[in-house]
C-alpha cells in the first residue's frame, strides 16, 4: 500500500477508481479516498465481514445502487460509472450482484492519465494506468465478449 501512495502521489492521476471492497477498504484505510469505488460486498464470491462493510461506506460517497448479473456488464452499471466519472462528489457504486467485470468499462470510461485499481485474489492489488492504448485494449476485450440484444447498442454508444 505504501508504494501504491507513493506512485499516486508521483503521478497525480486525474481520476482514481477501485473495483472491489478489499481493495477499497484498504485504500480507504490508508487515507487515499478514490473518486469512484465499485463495490458488491463480496470477495471471492463470500460476503466481506462488517468491519469492512463499514469502511467503505465512509461519509465522503454519495452512494448509488445498480443491478449487475454475474459475468455481465449491463447498461445500468455503464452509464452509473460514466456519470461518477463526470461528478464533481466522490461516488461508491454498490453492484448488486457481480463488480468483477466493472474495471473494463471503468478504464474504457475514465480520463486519460487515470487510475483504476483492483483486487487480483492472493496475489494483491493491480494498478491500470488509464492510456488511450490500455483504452483501446479495453475495447477491444469488450468486443470479444458474448453481447446479449439487452442495452448492446445502448452500451457501445457509451463506451465509444
Not at 450482484?97 to 496475489?123: F, M, R, W
Amino acid at each position: 500500500m505504501e508504494q501504491l501512495k507513493k506512485a499516486l502521489d508521483s503521478e497525480k492521476p486525474s481520476r482514481i477508481i477501485s473495483v472491489g471492497d478489499i481493495t477499497t477498504c484498504n485504500l480507504i484505510e490508508s487515507g487515499v479516498l478514490p473518486d469512484v469505488c465499485i463495490v458488491d460486498h463480496l470477495t471471492c464470491r463470500a460476503a466481506v465481514s462488517d468491519q469492512v462493510v463499514t469502511r467503505i461506506h465512509n461519509p465522503e460517497f454519495r452512494e448509488v445502487s445498480v443491478e449487475n448479473p454475474a459475468g455481465s456488464i449491463t447498461l445500468e452499471l455503464v452509464a452509473c460509472i460514466k456519470d461518477a466519472l463526470q461528478s464533481a462528489d466522490r461516488v461508491l457504486i454498490f453492484v448488486h450482484g457481480e463488480e468483477d467485470l466493472a474495471v473494463i468499462p471503468a478504464v474504457t470510461l475514465a480520463p486519460v492519465s487515470s487510475i483504476v485499481i483492483y483486487g487480483q485474489p492472493s496475489s494483491g492489488c493491480v494498478l491500470i494506468n488509464v492510456t488511450r492504448e490500455k483504452k483501446k485494449e479495453m475495447q477491444e476485450l469488450l468486443k470479444q465478449m458474448k453481447h446479449s440484444n439487452h442495452g448492446a447498442d445502448d452500451i457501445w454508444r457509451i463506451l465509444e
